[in-house]
């Protein structure tokens, strides 16, 4: 049996009609950025996540990096971001001018661990990036509290957690402003590029808008050196179609986890841990095996594809040598990246398929 890592393809045969229309209301309309389809995804999202605002941007690097603008942050100042996510986080912070400060994750959770954030904190610090790792929520409560402590501006990435809540709360309206990517591959996926910030902040929506759109506020009338990174209608129009079925699809990827959850039983493999206060949406199934290599090649000879998020901790690439890092300077991360498997969890994986991995699996020795 196949078992492709991910395939968009039943989630695209289950709302085949939807989406081509969506693509022939915005062609017949014939109008292609910053019109009524940005506008009406903008406003559903908004609601879906429970914010006042949102603003579509290019992509979600772009929307952390114009929500980090929005609040001034730039050179001389610190974020604080955890040492074990996908490089965007880093990069958007580097992207402003300011300076990336890793903090390590719980090695349950794999997200960024509440209990080290203070020890970061400098006179320059001005916000954390906790992530939303694989879906599953960090604990919001103690990072809002330090925050507040030390006046820090909070920033959520929820690029791998559309609709994953912390206690019974949507991620995303926990700091002062968030950042969603829609990529493909996420739980809620445009058919390319393309991703939103939300805040309930007035004016920091006002400046998100803005930085995106050339630092305009009207036509031709730049009050900031802005970029351009807005969310284009044919986008917006296929999110708008996706965006009903997103809890639904969430819903699927738990009754996989759950399954996967009860029947994996190899003392080889760590399974994800659930924290009592998330309600996961697991863009990711992340086990973790001291024998990585050796599972992953069994698993590919038997048909199953699997994945790594993320081979190479950021401290350890070659974007971030500047900073000096070395081997052994988080070990958590290093841990995490030397051990971690992501295995097949999409809408629409079979129950034949389903039991084919953990068969597969449990078989490994
Ligand atoms: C995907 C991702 C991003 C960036 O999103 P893009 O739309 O690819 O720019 C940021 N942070 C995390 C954690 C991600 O997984």
Redesign the pocket.
């Given at each position: 049996m196949e078992v492709p890592f991910v395939s968009f393809r039943p989630m695209e045969r289950a709302l085949d009609k939807d989406i081509r229309a969506a693509f022939e209301r915005v062609y017949d309309n014939s109008w292609y950025i910053e019109g009524k389809e940005d506008e009406k995804f903008e406003q559903a999202f908004a609601d879906y996540i429970g914010t006042s605002y949102c603003v579509g941007c290019g992509?979600?690097?772009?929307?952390?990096v114009l929500a980090l603008k929005a609040f001034g942050i730039g050179h001389g100042d610190e974020v604080i971001v955890p040492s074990n996510?996908?490089i965007?986080?880093a990069l958007?912070v580097t992207f402003t001018g300011a300076d990336v400060v890793f903090v390590e994750p719980d090695i349950r959770t794999y997200n960024i661990d509440p209990s080290l954030i203070e020890a970061a904190v400098t006179d320059k610090t001005k916000a954390i990036m906790p992530?939303h790792?694989y879906g599953q929520a960090c604990d919001m409560d103690p990072i809002i509290k330090i925050a507040k402590k030390y006046d820090l501006k909070v920033i959520e990435?929820c690029?791998?957690a559309h609709g994953a809540t912390y206690k019974g709360r949507r991620v995303g309206t926990f700091g002062d402003a968030a950042?969603f990517?829609?990529?493909p591959g996420?739980n809620l996926g445009a058919l390319g590029?393309?991703?939103a910030a939300v805040t309930n902040d007035k004016e920091a929506a006002d400046k998100i808008r803005a930085y995106g759109n050339y630092g305009s506020d009207y036509k031709y009338h730049h009050i900031y050196k802005g970029q351009n990174s807005r969310l284009d209608e044919f986008q917006a129009a296929f999110l708008s179609a996706k965006l009903p079925h997103l809890d639904r699809m969430n819903e699927e990827r738990r009754r996989i986890a759950s399954k996967y959850l009860s029947g994996i039983t190899n003392p080889l493999i760590t399974l994800p841990y659930t924290a009592d206060y998330a309600k996961p949406v697991w863009?990711i199934f992340a086990i973790r095996c001291e024998r990585k290599d050796e599972l992953q090649k069994f698993l590919k000879e038997a048909g199953i594809s699997t994945n790594n998020h993320y081979p190479i901790p950021m401290h350890l690439q070659g974007a971030y040598k500047d900073l000096g890092f070395k081997k052994g300077d988080f070990p958590i991360a290093e841990q995490i990246s030397e051990t971690e498997v992501s295995i097949p969890m999409y809408y629409g994986m079979t129950d034949e398929q389903i039991e084919y991995v953990i068969t597969k699996i449990n078989e490994f020795s």
């Open positions: 992509n979600g690097l772009d929307a952390l996510t996908y965007a986080t958007a992530v790792l990435d690029a791998q950042g990517s829609f990529y996420k590029d393309a991703g863009h």
